[in-house]
Nanobody, 122 residues
Framework: QAQLVESGGGLVQPGGSLRLSCAAS????????MGWYRQSPGKQRELVAT???????NYADSVKGRFTISRDSAKNTVYLQMNTLKPEDTAVYYC????????????????WGQGTQVTVSS
C-alpha cells in the first residue's frame, strides 16, 4: 500500500500564490505519472496538471501560464506552484500517483490523496 499526503492549501486573496505539496510513502518501487486534480462543490473532479516520470507536463487550459507542476523523484513528491490565483480556482485539490509497488509489478496502481482545500477570496 502507498499513501499520498497533501499539504499547502489555505485561504489566499485573488492574485496571490500558494504552493501545494504531495508526498508519497509506503510500498513504492517507482512512480510513473503524478498529477493534481480539483473539485468544486457541485462539479466533477477535473484535471489540473500532470507530470510524467520523464518530466513531461500537461495542463488544463484554465491554469496554463499560472500554475507549474514539478516533482522530486528522489523524495516521491509532486508540487503545484499556483500564481495569480482567481476565485474560480477555489476547490479541494487532490494529488494522484501511478505507483509500481514492486519491481515485478507490471501494472501500476493509482492512489489518491485526501485532498487539501484552496480558497481564493478577498
Amino acid at each position: 500500500q502507498a499513501q499520498l499526503v497533501e499539504s499547502g492549501g489555505g485561504l489566499v486573496q485573488p492574485g496571490g500564490s500558494l504552493r501545494l505539496s504531495c508526498a508519497a510513502s509506503g510500498t513504492i518501487f517507482s512512480i510513473n505519472a503524478m498529477g493534481w486534480y480539483r473539485q468544486s462543490p457541485g462539479k466533477q473532479r477535473e484535471l489540473v496538471a500532470t507530470i510524467s516520470r520523464a518530466g513531461t507536463t500537461n495542463y488544463a487550459d484554465s491554469v496554463k501560464g499560472r500554475f507549474t507542476i514539478s516533482r522530486d523523484s528522489a523524495k516521491n513528491t509532486v508540487y503545484l506552484q499556483m500564481n495569480t490565483l482567481k476565485p474560480e480556482d477555489t476547490a479541494v485539490y487532490y494529488c494522484n500517483a501511478e505507483v509500481r509497488p514492486y519491481s515485478s509489478s507490471r501494472v501500476p496502481l493509482t492512489y489518491w490523496g485526501q485532498g487539501t482545500q484552496v480558497t481564493v477570496s478577498s
